[in-house]
């Protein structure tokens, strides 16, 4: 959520503060204070007062309160903040905030917004592993810490159009087997294109079979509906934001879809296993979409400060890797948009005329991408989405492979 405080010299002209605060989580607008004008607060940001807006995480096992040093000294309590999550606030260079524990009133930390800092701080009193670890990548760690680097195999992008070979099971018979080119599309975040990775024939059984068990609206995380799904009690809901319809296959549905994740698995180094294959990959997630249905952008991964469902996700386990089958050609539209490649930010990707790195789909063609580092953080620029298909319809599929979802 992002609030606003301003400057002392400013807030006699800045008498009550308008601010159109942000829950991320949510993704819906609340006002929260109020600006007398535009101009007013032109006017405090031209004499020189520096606007950043600043992320607070409280890394803490409790929740914590935030408050803002005034003007005239006091300090105000300007939000509580769970243990895990974090706040969004438009503050300004040389204001003091300070955390504090609800029960105690002990202040935890006590610090100034700097100039040319980064724009997100820590509950620690001291330098912290996290800030180090900004210091070092530019990103903040968001996944559990402590935890290890990944366990499974991540390639190396090297550069864009860099061809990497695997050799994986081919045909009906996953004794025969042929070399697959995986080429690099992005580096940050890791994206690679796999050409011919299915046939026709498998992605026209994968249709067949999926159709004839039957469509349903596909859902989203929530932070609010429970539901069973993930092999547990689960927040899922329907959303604008996913109008798709889908369904899932095991990998007994038939030797054609078996042969389809031994591919799959073989591709990313990973044994398998007829009996055990859950351990490292949920079932396949078959996707129709029809003319104005999209998926907008989001993560892959759960993000363990929303996911307290989730004991996997609270040990650091989680989606490391996506394999996105396309199963048919779309007209116009449909394309995997990833509007953060190239470490660029562009928020609507999907017209024509914008910039962003977009991956048409193409009968039989395979994109895998990874949503975490290989030190084990979680990869925010692997934010993607479908894009809505303008004329025809997609089928696509894909499965999300876990680093150890559910541990030895």
């Known amino acids: 959520m992002r609030l606003a405080v301003f400057s002392s010299s400013a807030v006699a002209a800045l008498v009550a503060a308008f601010v159109i605060g942000v829950d991320r989580d949510a993704r819906f607008h609340t006002a929260q204070r109020y600006i007398r004008s535009h101009t007013e607060r032109s ?62 009133q002990v202040t935890v930390k006590s610090f100034f917004i700097e100039k040319n800092a980064p724009n997100f701080v820590y509950s620690l009193a001291s330098p912290s592993w996290y800030e180090e670890y900004y210091k070092k990548h530019s990103i903040p760690w968001i996944n559990v810490h402590p935890r290890g680097p990944v366990t499974r195999w991540i390639p190396d992008p090297f550069a864009i159009g860099h061809e990497h070979e695997v050799e994986v099971a081919g045909g009906l018979s996953p004794l025969r087997r042929r070399v697959q080119k995986m ?95 859950r351990q490292h990959c ?60 190239h470490s660029t930010f562009i928020e609507n990707g999907c017209p024509n005329s914008s910039s962003a790195m977009k991956i048409q789909p193409k009968k039989g063609r395979a994109v895998l991408f990874f949503s975490m580092r290989p030190d084990g953080n979680l990869d925010q620029s692997a934010l993607h989405g479908g894009c809505p298909v303008i004329e025809g319809t997609k089928w696509a599929a894909n499965l999300w492979f876990w680093d150890e979802r559910y541990g030895k």
């Open 43 to 104: 006017s405090a940001i031209s004499a020189g007062h520096t606007e950043v807006v600043m992320t607070f995480y409280n890394v803490h096992n409790e929740t914590l309160d935030l408050y803002y040093r005034g003007p005239g000294g006091q300090d105000i309590r300007m939000a509580s903040v769970a243990s895990g999550r974090d706040m969004e606030f438009s503050t300004w260079v040389g204001h003091q905030w300070s955390w504090r524990a609800p029960s105690t």
């Open 183 to 277: 080429v690099t599309q992005s580096v940050a975040p890791r994206v690679f294109v796999i050409e011919d990775f299915l046939s026709a024939d498998e992605c026209d059984h994968i249709v067949h079979l999926a159709a004839s068990r039957g469509m349903h609206r596909s859902l989203v995380k929530s932070t609010t509906v429970s539901t069973s799904w993930f092999g547990a009690s689960s927040p899922v809901v329907v959303s604008d934001e996913r109008t798709s319809t889908n369904t899932w296959l095991s990998a007994t549905a038939s030797n054609i879809v078996e042969n389809v994740f031994i591919r799959a698995f073989d591709l990313l180094k990973i044994p398998f296993d007829a009996d055990r294959w």
């Open 282 to 341: 949920e079932d396949m997630q078959v996707l129709r979409y029809d003319v104005s249905q999209e998926y907008q952008p989001h993560d892959d991964y759960f993000l363990p400060a929303t996911t307290r469902y989730s004991r996997h996700v609270q040990s650091g386990h989680n989606r490391y890797a996506t394999l996105l089958l396309y199963l048919n050609d779309v007209a116009h539209g449909g394309e995997t948009v990833f509007p953060r490649a």
